[in-house]
């Protein structure tokens, strides 16, 4: 008779080998490196080889008890590729089926669930109670020994593991988990138009001051999402539960000569019970501290333990210049309308802030953001807003070297104006390293990896972003612009429209989409957005060019050539971007003339020459000598 010998399930495929119950990834015999939930990832897609595994289904196998944002799953496949050694957009081991979820392609062989036979001769030397055989002692009962020995070391070596195993994805899951927490913006309750900057602003300073304390366990949605929520006119419990919100804060602001008061009152969303509520009242000198009093009041209502440097970092809090302190939140106020006139006044308030408050960063960063969009806007010419943004991201680093916000607007910079690729990476990284939980950081990331070609990364920060600020349209026009580079031009559409549905006033969602049918060469559609982009942000020389091109791609080749002229005449003005002249001429056929503002365009360092590479409006001229020259200048890998 035989022992029985149970070998290990095993897959492969290519040069790897997954072991599942050795929680084990072997690459030609070497351990790859995974962590316990992309290793869960793995082991999904390989049992399910050759068939679409929906988004859905991995998440709730995944974190079956958790509410996790959609970014986690895709950090987790882009972890996966990493380590199976795939190179960017090619698929040889896991296809992305978009918006819809994910195919295992490899061939996979399973191994070890056969039974293997073992001769008593073999087995018995190893358990066998060798000097009962000498004496005669029957065989059978040294067998049953050996099989009881066998099953029970089985047993236990399982049970081990499975307790491990167990212990590791609760662990992991824990760690997945984050509370949600949605700052509602604060109340006017005077109903003063002129007192909306200091409301809207308090809102802002709150978040952030709520953002920063533990962003590892706690997210606070941004602003801009809190924004819409409130002007939806949805009910807010509603809303809340599809967002993931687990705690709703309400706020009420006063002020009253030299005092300010704030009334807030936290409510749990899963039965709406009222945790807490409290009035806070300092004069406007502390208004910082009072707003850090609120925060912990909060982290400490909905059992976030602060560590011993986030102790620190609330006890430094100092008072401000009160007049200071309103110049910026009048600045804030003018930044968010987002327009050409708005940044410049928002400069301005800034401006007045630093004056009165020299050591105070976050005037200096949210000017460089300014500066940044001025310059993407041609309001201002590239050698005078970049290097402007440069500057004063720095000198609010210089003054708080933590600041995620300064950060990522030096990353802009570095980016589109010193095409310092590898600095531009860095600084996005650090940003999103100190505070993960800033949406702008993995926008800036995502465009960086856009820049690059690297379009999973791309999709996997933009997703990301898009999770952490859900009702943000800038970051959901974003989503629709990776899409549009990297040539899924269907769903870049879908994305885009989707943005139309919840703002149809919203020009830059306009705008793109009119990029985006003319790749279909749906000419005449791009030819009505491109005329509703117009409309909506009039004088933007930007939506007029691409207006311009829609008409020469259509064949409109005279009604081109007036936007030529249009922006030609403009252009004794005030700066117009050469890059926009080319894109017209390029689509009117004449490659000598298009390839000229082109090099202009670089000389000029505008910024969309970071998108040259991967830009599909440039494909008719990708080959010719030139245009490869005009490439190999930028410097982009």
Same mark, same amino acid.
């Given at each position: 008779?035989?022992?029985?010998?149970?070998?290990?399930?095993?897959?492969?495929?290519?040069?790897?080998?997954?072991?599942?119950?050795?929680?084990?990834?072997?690459?030609?015999?070497?351990?790859?490196?995974?962590?316990?939930?992309?290793?869960?990832?793995?082991?999904?897609?390989?049992?399910?080889?050759?068939?679409?595994?929906?988004?859905?289904?991995?998440?709730?196998?995944?974190?079956?008890?958790?509410?996790?944002?959609?970014?986690?799953?895709?950090?987790?496949?882009?972890?996966?590729?990493?380590?199976?050694?795939?190179?960017?957009?090619?698929?040889?081991?896991?296809?992305?089926?978009?918006?819809?979820?994910?195919?295992?392609?490899?061939?996979?062989?399973?191994?070890?669930?056969?039974?293997?036979?073992?001769?008593?001769?073999?087995?018995?030397?190893?358990?066998?109670?060798?000097?009962?055989?000498?004496?005669?002692?029957? !065989? %059978? &009962?040294?067998?049953?020994?050996?099989?009881?020995? *066998?099953? +029970? @070391? =089985?047993?236990?070596?399982?049970?081990? /593991?499975?307790?491990?195993?167990?212990?590791? !994805? %609760? &662990?992991?899951?824990?760690?997945?988990?984050?509370? *949600?927490? +949605? @700052? =509602?913006?604060?109340?006017?309750?005077? /109903?003063?138009?002129?007192?909306?900057?200091?409301?809207?602003?308090?809102?802002?300073?709150?978040?952030?001051?709520?953002?920063?304390?533990?962003?590892?366990?706690?997210?606070?949605?941004?602003?801009?999402?809190?924004?819409?929520?409130?002007?939806?006119?949805?009910?807010?419990?509603?809303?809340?539960?599809?967002?993931?919100?687990?705690?709703?804060?309400?706020?009420?602001?006063?002020?009253?000569?030299?005092?300010?008061?704030?009334?807030?009152?936290?409510?749990?969303?899963?039965?709406?019970?009222?945790?807490?509520?409290?009035?806070?009242?300092?004069?406007?000198?502390?208004?910082?501290?009072?707003?850090n009093e609120v925060a912990r009041s909060v982290a400490?209502?909905?059992?976030?333990?602060?560590?011993?440097?986030?102790?620190?970092?609330?006890?430094?809090?100092?008072?401000?210049?009160?007049?200071?302190?309103?110049?910026?939140?009048?600045?804030?106020?003018?930044?968010?309308?987002?327009?050409?006139?708005?940044?410049?006044?928002?400069?301005?308030?800034?401006?007045?802030?630093?004056?009165?408050?020299?050591?105070?960063?976050?005037?200096?960063?949210?000017?460089?953001?300014?500066?940044?969009?001025?310059?993407?806007?041609?309001?201002?010419?590239?050698?005078?807003?970049?290097?402007?943004?440069?500057?004063?991201?720095?000198?609010?680093?210089?003054?708080d070297g933590t600041f995620a916000e300064a950060r990522?607007?030096?990353?802009?910079?570095?980016?589109?104006?010193?095409?310092?690729?590898?600095?531009?990476?860095?600084?996005?990284?650090?940003?999103?390293?100190?505070?993960?939980?800033?949406?702008?950081?993995?926008?800036?990331?995502?465009?960086?990896?856009?820049?690059?070609?690297?379009?999973?990364?791309?999709?996997?920060?933009?997703?990301?972003?898009?999770?952490?600020?859900?009702?943000?349209?800038?970051?959901?026009?974003?989503?629709?612009?990776?899409?549009?580079?990297?040539?899924?031009?269907?769903?870049?559409?879908?994305?885009?429209?989707?943005?139309?549905?919840?703002?149809?006033?919203?020009?830059?969602?306009?705008?793109?989409?009119?990029?985006?049918?003319?790749?279909?060469?749906?000419?005449?559609?791009?030819?009505?957005?491109?005329?509703?982009?117009?409309?909506?942000?009039?004088?933007?020389?930007?939506?007029?060019?691409?207006?311009?091109?829609?008409?020469?791609?259509?064949?409109?080749?005279?009604?081109?050539?007036?936007?030529?002229?249009?922006?030609?005449?403009?252009?004794?003005?005030?700066?117009?971007?050469?890059?926009?002249?080319?894109?017209?001429?390029?689509?009117?056929?004449?490659?000598?003339?298009?390839?000229?503002?082109?090099?202009?365009?670089?000389?000029?360092?505008?910024?969309?020459?970071?998108?040259?590479?991967?830009?599909?409006?440039?494909?008719?001229?990708?080959?010719?000598?030139?245009?490869?020259?005009?490439?190999?200048?930028?410097?982009?890998?």
């Amino acid at each position: 008779m035989s022992a029985i010998h149970r070998e290990p399930v095993s897959y492969q495929f290519g040069p790897f080998c997954l072991v599942p119950s050795e929680h084990q990834l072997l690459r030609e015999g070497t351990a790859v490196p995974l962590s316990p939930k992309a290793f869960e990832v793995l082991v999904l897609l390989v049992e399910s080889s050759g068939h679409l595994i929906k988004k859905e289904e991995l998440m709730q196998k995944l974190w079956p008890d958790s509410f996790v944002e959609e970014a986690n799953l895709t950090h987790q496949i882009w972890t996966l590729r990493k380590a199976l050694g795939e190179k960017e957009s090619e698929y040889k081991y896991i296809e992305t089926i978009p918006r819809v979820g994910y195919r295992f392609l490899a061939d996979v062989d399973l191994v070890g669930k056969h039974v293997s036979q073992i001769t008593d001769q073999e087995a018995l030397p190893v358990f066998a109670n060798v000097d009962a055989i000498k004496a005669g002692a029957p !065989r %059978r &009962s040294v067998r049953m020994r050996v099989v009881i020995f *066998v099953t +029970l @070391v =089985l047993v236990a070596i399982l049970g081990f /593991g499975y307790l491990t195993y167990s212990s590791l !994805r %609760r &662990s992991e899951t824990l760690q997945d988990r984050k509370i *949600v927490l +949605l @700052v =509602l913006p604060f109340d006017n309750p005077g /109903g003063n138009p002129e007192e909306q900057y200091f409301s809207d602003g308090m809102t802002e300073e709150m978040i952030t001051e709520l953002a920063n304390l533990q962003p590892e366990r706690l997210r606070v949605i941004p602003r801009a999402s809190a924004l819409r929520v409130k002007a939806s006119g949805k009910d807010i419990d509603q809303v809340a539960r599809g967002l993931g919100v687990n705690y709703v804060l309400e706020t009420s602001v006063y002020r009253s000569d030299n005092h300010v008061r704030i009334n807030a009152r936290l409510i749990n969303v899963r039965d709406q019970s009222h945790v807490w509520a409290e009035s806070y009242e300092r004069e406007l000198r502390d208004v910082l501290v009072l707003q850090n009093e609120v925060a912990r009041s909060v982290a400490q209502k909905i059992a976030l333990q602060l560590n011993a440097a986030d102790q620190t970092q609330s006890s430094i809090v100092h008072q401000i210049n009160p007049e200071a302190h309103e110049a910026y939140l009048k600045g804030m106020y003018y930044f968010d309308k987002f327009s050409e006139s708005g940044m410049k006044t928002s400069i301005e308030y800034f401006q007045q802030a630093i004056a009165k408050e020299p050591n105070y960063a976050p005037p200096y960063a949210r000017m460089a953001r300014a500066y940044g969009v001025l310059g993407n806007f041609n309001s201002m010419r590239p050698e005078e807003a970049y290097p402007k943004q440069k500057e004063v991201a720095l000198k609010a680093l210089e003054i708080d070297g933590t600041f995620a916000e300064a950060r990522t607007a030096l990353g802009w910079s570095k980016l589109f104006y010193d095409r310092d690729w590898n600095g531009a990476r860095e600084e996005f990284e650090r940003a999103i390293e100190l505070n993960p939980n800033f949406a702008i950081a993995h926008q800036g990331y995502a465009i960086y990896f856009i820049s690059m070609g690297q379009f999973d990364r791309a999709e996997s920060e933009i997703l990301q972003a898009q999770q952490l600020d859900p009702i943000n349209l800038n970051i959901k026009c974003d989503v629709g612009w990776s899409l549009f580079f990297a040539r899924r031009t269907d769903e870049s559409i879908v994305q885009l429209k989707e943005v139309l549905q919840m703002d149809p006033t919203y020009s830059v969602a306009h705008v793109f989409l009119s990029h985006a049918y003319q790749e279909k060469g749906m000419f005449e559609e791009a030819i009505v957005e491109a005329q509703k982009a117009i409309a909506l942000f009039e004088g933007n020389e930007y939506r007029i060019a691409s207006l311009g091109d829609a008409y020469a791609r259509a064949g409109k080749k005279q009604e081109a050539r007036n936007i030529l002229a249009r922006l030609m005449k403009a252009s004794r003005d005030h700066y117009i971007s050469p890059y926009n002249t080319a894109l017209i001429y390029k689509s009117l056929g004449q490659t000598d003339e298009a390839l000229d503002w082109l090099e202009k365009a670089c000389d000029d360092r505008f910024w969309m020459m970071a998108f040259l590479k991967v830009d599909p409006r440039w494909d008719p001229l990708r080959s010719h000598p030139r245009f490869q020259e005009i490439l190999r200048r930028t410097g982009l890998p």
